[in-house]
């Protein structure tokens, strides 16, 4: 008889997931191996292959997991408006740098059908956010509209590589900076 699945299968599976995306991101996906995933993790790689077939399936896992958040976080926020949208998704960014970094990073190392699930989710939070910039500037035109919403994920995107907790401003505080810089900006366009 099969064994059945243990009641921590889940949180396991995430703590593999947080443990190897920050092997990932330290070392880069291409240089890692799962070897130095489970040593990351704290288990054996037996273990890792219990629950990840693949590098690829880990990395999947991962980018799966972070854009789900991602996009339900997005979905909850985006009747906020604009700056609700910009806080919701720094606050989703937090404690998930190495996954973010894997998202911005590796998605060209998964074969494309596993590229393309991940692929539709980026879009969904890039729709929603154009529709928020929408809302804001509602004359703006389709090139100035995609370039506005590429440009709020600029400012989003890459926070993760300047900013040192317990020095400068804080995540929330940046979060209302940010969001007022993009209403502001939007306006005067």
Known sequence: MPRGIARDHDAKRAALRAGAAAYFARHGFDRASMTGAAREC???KALLYHYHDS???LLFDILDAHLTHLVRTVE??????LPTLVSAILAAYENADAEHKLQLETLSALPPELQKPLI???RRLVAIMTD????TRPDLKPDALRAATMTVFGILNWFYMWHRPGKGLSRDDYASLAARFVVSGLQGL
């Not at 928020?132 to 809302?135: G, L, N, P």
């Open 76 to 81: 909850a926020a985006a009747p906020g408006g």
């Open 120 to 122: 539709e989710a980026q």
């Open 132 to 135: 928020a910039i929408r809302d």
């Open 55 to 57: 590098k690829e399936a």
């Open 42 to 44: 704290g288990v054996s």
